[in-house]
């Protein structure tokens, strides 16, 4: 794939993962607003997500686009701030979304699993 | 570095530099929040000890300080996806303003629901 | 009028230093007339540039007190209360000596961005039939006016922070062929704009905008790019 390509899907994933993200975010921001409401305790973390296909998918999608999104943004960061060859760039941010895929899907599936008993 | 000097005071640079600044933060937030959410593996207990540690009151502030990076980072991408994806409008600073304001009121709900 | 100006202007090349001026205020002076009073009567060697004087040719450009503006139509009174100024040559590009600057990447690198026409009709042909109400059309009548005073350039932190990025002004002219139905060379421009240094490392910080004398707006012409650009990626024609 030539570099104009790339760059350009990047943009546009980068982008795709924001609107996907606004939603998520908004949804999250209000979950967290209330439920911290009284103070906020593990159990009732895990009653949210334990056993909830729903909340699980809803947080497994959240975490995959935030996974995206994050790392393509700290690659323009990285980009603008020390003129470090390409292909380190990439590779770092690269890591880093992988990082956050593994970390990010393996505690909501912590989570899930916890509501099953 | 001093010829290199320029002012720069207009709200959509500022809308700029707050998107970058909870953009870094909340990247680097990220595998934070992830690491405390596994920690129910170790039981809920573990967890639990967690969030008890993170009742504190200048605990609960950074976290106010979160929300309102999250909002801000929210509030200026959906500003930004409107820029370059609709018809140009002229009244894109009100629209700074606004995404402004709306993460402020965020924050401080936390704060207000977190007591 | 009254007292006297307090100026502090770039002498030397990449290196260099501020050195201290005092001018005396008149009513109605333009940073150009300050300028030219330390050349004429203070220090002949001061080097800087300007050519029509009243605000049309965009060559007297210079940083003053920290932002890019025409000197010629820059008045004194609305640049400092107390009547201290610092001029400096447009950022972002190398300084040849005192205020001048090395324009030749603005340039380069407006052709680099496609900023070319190419025709497609000949002398035998009839003329294009673009009606004034055309969209593209009123798209590339907004940016057409840009007279490549680098002002732009100055102000653009994307510009300071990647060297290879192509810049307001020239991704600017970019989405005027781009609106421009007699040209074609549409599928290589969008392939020159597209890319880590063209329109896509644009943050919309806006200081094109906020700063060009002649009200253009590059910010608006580059997310027309970014759009163009992306629906080319996505119909596999980059």
Redesign the interface.
Known sequence: MSAEKLQTWLWLVQ?IS??V??VA??V??VT???A??G?????E??ARVGANGAWAAFYGVF?VA?AVH?PI??RT?LQEIKPLPNFFVNALSAL?GI??LI??L??VN??YR?GSG | M???????D?P??WA?AVH?LS??G??LF??VH??V??L??EG??R??SF?VWS?QPWVKVAEAGL?FL??AH?TG??R??A???LP?RDW?KTLVAVSGGLSFG?GL??LV??Y | MQGTLSVSI?RGG?A?S?QPYEVPRRDNQTVLDVVTYVQRKLDGSLSYRFACRVGMCGSCAM?V????RWTCRTHVSRVTSSGKLTI??L??LP?IKDLTVDMTDFFDKWAKAGGVFKPTATRADDFAAIRPTDQKHRYADAGIECIGCGICY??C?VV?WKPGYLGPAALNRAWTLVNDARDGNGAARLRAVAGDDGCLAC?????CQ?HCPKHL?P??AI?GL??AVAVAALKGRL
Not at chain 1, 39 to 43: D, E, H, K, V
Not at chain 2, 2 to 8: F, I, V
Not at chain 3, 203 to 207: E, K, L, P, Y
């Open positions: 982008r924001a609107s993200l606004a975010v908004a999250h921001l967290i607003i209330a911290v409401q103070g906020l305790t593990a159990a973390i895990i975490v935030a994050a943004g700290m960061v880093f990082g956050l970390m990010g393996d505690a912590i989570l916890l | 001093r010829l290199q000097y320029m002012r720069r207009h959509t640079w700029f970058r953009g870094v909340l990247a990220l595998p992830f690491y959410l596994a129910a593996i809920e207990v967890l639990e969030l009742s929300i999250l909002a929210l991408g959906v930004l996806l820029l370059e994806f140009w894109q965020a709900l936390f629901n977190a | 770039w990449e260099g501020f940083m007190n920290g932002r890019p400096a040559p950022r972002n300084v100055a102000a932190d300071a943050h919309s910080q806006q200081g906020e707006n910010t608006a997310a970014k759009r």
